[in-house]
């Protein structure tokens, strides 16, 4: 499984202004579609110079470029996201050749699971961050997915609530991107 984004070609990423189709992260809310939803970031909050484990969240402009979904808790929330199966994971060790891609275990590597026993990575957005060709170190895995609850912070990601999170989803465009001030 690879991420490939939404269907329908590239995102503009280079356009300066953030769009309506555009998910943007305000100090209070993500706003996305004329609609603002709660949401957490990282515990580090946001930084320019995003390391692996800073527990930051990246400011930036980054194109959505792939869904993963669990097919055993939720139908596919769109025709283009790849399920998780149990062998799933995330290399997030900057040593790695893989470094800031999918895996599947077993995997030499350090790496975080995408087959969770809790629902945060249910359905999870794939964010450009660092990706596809990952500079070591510069952190992994900036993801949009479900939250703990309000107020509690992620280890970089956004994150949102379940319903808000499918309902963004559903919504997609080819060329919405996740912009962070």
């Known amino acids: 499984m690879t991420p490939g984004g939404p269907p329908g070609g590239p995102s503009l990423r280079d356009t300066a202004k953030p769009g309506p189709w555009d998910l943007v992260l305000t100090p209070t809310h993500l706003r996305f579609a004329g609609l603002r939803f709660p949401c957490t970031i990282g515990r580090g909050g946001l930084t320019s110079t995003k390391r692996e484990g800073d527990g930051a969240t990246p400011r930036g402009v980054h194109a959505i470029v792939g869904a993963y979904y669990r097919p055993d808790r939720m139908t596919r929330p769109v025709a283009w996201a790849q399920p998780i199966g149990p062998r799933d994971l995330w290399s997030d060790d900057p040593r790695d050749p893989a470094y800031n891609t999918h895996v599947t275990a077993p995997h030499p590597f350090?790496?975080?699971?995408?087959?969770?026993?809790?629902?945060?990575?249910?359905?999870?957005?794939?964010?450009?961050?660092?990706?596809?060709?990952?500079?070591?170190?510069?952190?992994?895995?900036?993801?949009?997915?479900?939250?703990?609850?309000?107020?509690?912070?992620?280890?970089?990601?956004?994150?949102?609530?379940?319903?808000?999170?499918?309902?963004?989803?559903?919504?997609l465009k080819t060329y919405s991107r996740l912009v962070i001030a």
Not at 126 to 155: C, E, L, M, Y
Request: proline share 8%.
């Open 110 to 171: 350090g790496h975080e699971s995408l087959r969770r026993a809790d629902p945060m990575y249910d359905l999870v957005l794939v964010a450009d961050w660092n990706w596809p060709d990952a500079v070591p170190g510069k952190g992994s895995a900036i993801f949009i997915h479900q939250w703990r609850g309000p107020g509690r912070p992620t280890a970089g990601c956004v994150a949102l609530r379940r319903d808000h999170l499918r309902a963004i989803t559903a919504r």
